[in-house]
T-cell receptor
Framework: NAGVTQTPKFQVLKTGQSMTLQCAQDMNHNSMYWYRQDPGMGLRLIYY???????DKGEVPNGYNVSRLNKREFSLRLESAAPSQTSVYFCASSPMTSGLRNEQFFGPGTRLTVL | GDSVTQMEGPVTLSEEAFLTINCTYTATGYPSLFWYVQYPGEGLQLLLK?????DKGSNKGFEATYRKETTSFHLEKGSVQVSDSAVYFCAVIQGAQKLVFGQGTRLTINP
């Protein structure tokens, strides 16, 4: 099992450019998440998908869109990148068994720089 | 909303020293609590968890006890190693399985 995979690992964009971060999991998990990690601020939730076909905003959704393409894949899109979106982005997944608060499994991250 | 407050870092210790990283939380109901570890250049890995009051999570020599009366989940290890150098995150899970993280504590262990 590869677990949670993310592409690309690194990306540099110019202000105003767009891009899509890809995430896939092979653990048959129901829920998937996108976080950003900034120095001194821990991880903050951007969007999540509790199950295939549903998505919801997290703490910092502005400037982002997501697509839950199928049960395995959850992509994050920046339509018009801004320097404030320079960060490390992590995708995570969780089995989300009803009645249990399960841990989340994280990908290796994408380091994005917006110039 | 729910929140997590962690001990400010960075923390620097010598090998074989005793480690405590403090974590307190605010949350409604009965959340589950987690410690995650992030090694340099990697994603987060679950270190340990506790799902109800007085539970003790443990892994790799680390321990943390869910103290509902003090809303705390402090991480401890009796004898740290150089390989424990990493960033440690305390987290609480609230409704809809949304993890809320503390700001992280960077730990450096010197030989």
């Amino acid at each position: 099992n590869a677990g949670v995979t993310q592409t690309p690992k690194f990306q540099v964009l110019k202000t105003g450019q767009s891009m899509t971060l890809q995430c896939a999991q092979d653990m048959n998990h129901n829920s998937m998440y996108w976080y950003r990690q900034d120095p001194g601020m821990g991880l903050r939730l951007i969007y999540y998908s509790a199950s295939e076909g549903t998505t919801d905003k997290g703490e910092v959704p502005n400037g982002y869109n997501v697509s839950r393409l199928n049960k395995r894949e959850f992509s994050l899109r920046l339509e018009s990148a801004a320097p404030s979106q320079t960060s490390v982005y992590f995708c995570a997944s969780s089995p989300m068994t009803s009645g249990l608060r399960n841990e989340q499994f994280f990908g290796p991250g994408t380091r994005l720089t917006v110039l | 909303g729910d929140s997590v407050t962690q001990m400010e870092g960075p923390v620097t210790l010598s090998e074989e020293a005793f480690l405590t990283i403090n974590c307190t939380y605010t949350a409604t109901g009965y959340p589950s609590l987690f410690w995650y570890v992030q090694y340099p250049g990697e994603g987060l890995q679950l270190l340990l968890k506790a799902t109800k009051a007085d539970d003790k999570g443990s892994n790799k020599g680390f321990e943390a006890t869910y103290r509902k009366e003090t809303t705390s989940f402090h991480l401890e290890k009796g004898s740290v190693q150089v390989s424990d150098s990493a960033v440690y995150f305390c987290a609480v899970i609230q409704g809809a399985q949304k993890l809320v993280f503390g700001q992280g504590t960077r730990l450096t262990i010197n030989p």
